[in-house]
């Protein structure tokens, strides 16, 4: 069983950063790739970042690269999602994911609480 927890969302001008982190536990984490999601008001989920266990496999939703920045820490056991020159409509709850690397196209099995994220214009 895999934990996830996030931490780091609050309220942000437009154009300023935020890093949001997800602290991670449970066995054989090698296994899982991590990823981050959002979910507007009103709008489904959506991806927005995944990364291997090696810190390579990363992919991004199309939009948000060069902007957003994921990592992964396999000493700290944390995945973090770094968050530049952010827009009103980044405004969503942000969660953390996990899935088994050899699920494929599976959906994300594992999913944390969820951390506000709020851009202010």
């Known amino acids: 069983q895999v934990q996830l927890i996030e931490s780091g969302g609050g309220l942000v001008q437009a154009g300023g950063s935020l890093r949001l982190s997800c602290a991670v536990s449970?066995?054989?984490?090698?296994?899982?790739?991590m990823a981050w999601f959002r979910q507007a008001p009103g709008k489904e989920r959506e991806f927005v970042a995944r990364?291997?266990?090696?810190?390579?496999?990363?992919v991004y939703k199309d939009s948000l690269e060069g902007r957003f920045t994921i990592s992964r820490d396999n000493v700290e056991n944390t995945v973090s999602l770094q968050m530049n020159s952010l827009k009103p409509e980044d405004t969503a709850v942000y969660y953390c994911?996990?899935?088994?690397?050899?699920?494929?196209?599976?959906?994300?099995?594992?999913w944390g609480q969820g951390t506000q994220v709020t851009v202010s214009s």
């Open positions: 990364v291997g266990w090696s810190g390579g496999g990363t």
């Open positions: 449970g066995p054989r984490l090698y296994e899982y790739f």
């Open positions: 994911a996990a899935k088994k690397i050899i699920s494929g196209l599976a959906e994300y099995d594992y």
